[in-house]
């Protein structure tokens, strides 16, 4: 059991989207052809089903409170000199 701050690793992130997404345009896609709402059930048993495979497959990884708060700074302060950049490019460049 984690006591601690925890986040999940990014393999699971990406892997979730990809599973997620075959899930939804499987089930869709397959409803189409057969004429059926009963294929629709595939997507919310299979969001149930990776949610108990992601857990075992991808557990949680313990970090340190002070690494994330300074990593959250860092990427709020990179975020707010790209939108400066980009806003005073975007009024000096105008013709």
């Not at 690494?67 to 990427?75: D, G, N, T």
């Amino acid at each position: 059991m984690c006591s601690g701050l925890s986040f999940v690793s990014a393999w699971a992130h990406g892997v979730s989207a990809i599973v997620i997404e075959c899930a939804f345009w499987g089930s869709a896609i397959t409803a189409l052809v057969y004429w059926s709402w009963y294929p629709l059930v595939i997507f919310p048993l299979t969001l149930f089903l990776w949610s108990l495979v992601i857990g075992t497959l991808f557990p949680l990884k313990p970090t340190e409170r002070k690494a994330v708060v300074s990593a959250r700074w860092a990427a709020l302060w990179q975020t707010a000199l790209l939108i400066a950049v980009v806003f005073f490019v975007a009024i000096f460049t105008r013709g």
